[in-house]
């Protein structure tokens, strides 16, 4: 039997869409958004469907959550492709393409356990270094990678 | 009498600033005296060719004729709060102030203070900038002098955040590869030592990235490597460098060797500072080996890297170098806090 050419599934009446996820990625978005599965949330999650711009993307539809600014934003550091769609009564009622912070601020603490904000109890400032790929604390200068950063920006969220 | 709105600038210009001659240097002037007034020096970063050749020139001046200046910053209080220990940076600023005629408060150690009771660090560094026109400030965590200088309403100078950066060193450093050798550019310069943990050595190879020698060399243990960060930015800056393990190696094609001592206090590990103390050691039998013209350099303190059998040599440039500390620093003090106008609209 060959492979379906089209997976179908169902729209959803009020929520979000995230499209244009890279392939492979959607697991992550939705550990950004804290989602483990048993919220009772009724979500889609379509992992490699085929895109005419990307090749193969993943898509996530949720239904009923929407997304803070701040998810959002991590959300474009995984996902710098993806698009969110904004479901009222199955229509899209807004599309925001994400765009990569250059700057993440007030959000965690620095890991570098001798950087003078740990000992001030104040949550840094990190400088997105976007061409390398790393992220920067802009008071001790220590640099991350991406990967990296998003799992300390994850665990220190408690998601 | 002298007036501290002094015209000695154009002078200092059209005597040894020669790359502005062809320019309206008056002009030109004013906006570097512009640039430095009131500013925070926390990076080497933060600094451009113009600036720190002109920061050179007027060391010169300090150098030469200090005296003339003993009243341009009177009234002028400098906080210097030293929450780490040092000898040659804090009393070089002192000293710089003194000579300007400016006043200094301060501490030298965090026991001192109210910090050992437990105060913030910007508590003590708000009530600081309330007593003061400018704060110097060394301190062992990273990122503090970038801190205090956002809190802080008057200029704040680092003399050392952890292993961060000490850009003033670093401008000392270049403006005694000037003085003693005549420029930059044509230089091979190997760095020997603690290049992980050093933030004299950040620093340093960030001023590097605008005066680029023509050969560079860091020298260190394997353990003692440049971090990854600072490598990839002073590549990215387009400074050409060679990793090597063995000074052994190099010697003989050094112009400059610039020694750093193992920091030892920033270690995280202590069996790892054990792994590498006592790995290199300059010696008067490596020297013998180097150009008739090799210069030492070393921020100092010195433990054991250096020997103390060099220091009556032709080689021994360290004592000189720190000797540079004070007009270099009278001359930041003096564009940071004013009184130097060019005499030019």
């Keep these: 039997m060959g492979v379906a050419k089209e997976l179908i599934v169902s729209k959803i009446k009020d929520g979000t869409v995230i499209d244009h996820i890279p392939a492979g990625k959607a697991f992550e978005v939705l550990r950004v958004l804290g989602i483990k599965g048993s919220e009772g949330l009724r979500i889609a999650i379509v992992i490699n469907a085929d895109s005419t711009r990307f090749g193969r993307k993943d898509i996530v539809k949720i239904e009923g959550r929407f997304l803070s600014k701040e998810e959002t934003a991590i959300i474009a550091l995984i996902a710098p492709t993806a698009t969110i769609n904004i479901i009222r009564n199955y229509e899209v009622v807004e599309k925001r393409k994400v765009s990569p912070p250059k700057i993440i601020s007030g959000l965690i603490k620095c890991p570098n356990a001798t950087c003078i904000t740990r000992h001030e109890g104040i949550l840094t400032t990190f400088e997105l270094l976007s061409g390398e790929l790393r992220a920067k604390c802009i008071y001790c200068g220590m640099e991350i990678p991406y990967d990296e950063f998003i799992d300390i920006i994850l665990k220190q969220l408690g998601k | 009498m002298f007036s501290p709105v002094t015209t000695l600038l154009p002078q200092l210009y059209e005597k040894s600033f020669n790359i502005l001659v062809v320019l309206d240097y008056g002009v030109l002037m004013n906006d570097l005296l512009a640039q430095f007034r009131h500013r925070d020096v926390i990076s080497m970063l933060d600094f451009n060719r113009d600036e720190l050749e002109f920061l050179f020139r007027l060391t010169d001046r300090m150098l030469d004729s200090i005296n003339e200046y003993r009243d341009l910053l009177k009234g002028k209080v400098l906080a210097i709060a030293f929450f780490e220990p040092s000898t040659r940076t804090r009393l070089s600023f002192e000293s710089a102030m003194l000579k300007l005629g400016g006043s200094v408060i301060g501490f030298s150690s965090e026991e001192s203070t109210s910090v050992a009771k437990g105060e913030r660090f910007s508590d003590t560094i708000r009530m600081l900038d309330s007593y003061a026109d400018a704060l110097v400030i060394r301190h062992r965590y990273e990122g503090s002098a970038k801190l205090a200088a956002e809190i802080a309403e008057h200029p704040v100078i680092n003399a050392g955040d ?184």
């Design chain 2, 162 to 345: 952890g292993r961060n950066e000490h850009p003033t060193q670093a401008m000392l450093d270049l403006y005694t590869l000037y003085r003693l050798k005549g420029g930059i550019e044509r230089l091979s310069i190997g760095i020997i030592g603690d290049l992980k943990y050093a933030r004299v050595v950040n620093s340093l190879l960030y001023g590097l990235t605008i005066f680029k020698p023509r050969k560079l060399y860091l020298i260190s243990h394997p353990l003692l490597k440049l971090r990854d960060e600072v490598r990839r930015f002073i590549s990215s800056k387009g400074l050409q460098f060679e990793e090597v393990f063995d000074v052994n190696e190099v010697i003989s094609e050094l112009d400059v060797l610039y020694v750093t001592r193992i920091q030892k206090e920033r270690f995280p590990d202590p069996l790892e500072y054990e792994k590498v103390k006592g790995s290199y050691r300059v010696t008067a039998d490596l020297v013998r080996r180097g150009k008739e013209d090799l210069l030492i350099l070393h921020p100092l303190p010195r433990v054991d890297e250096l020997d103390t059998s060099l220091d009556g040599t032709r080689h021994a440039g360290y004592f000189k170098q720190a000797s540079f500390g004070v007009p270099l620093r009278s001359a930041l003090l003096a564009l940071i806090l004013g009184g130097l106008t060019s005499g030019c609209s």
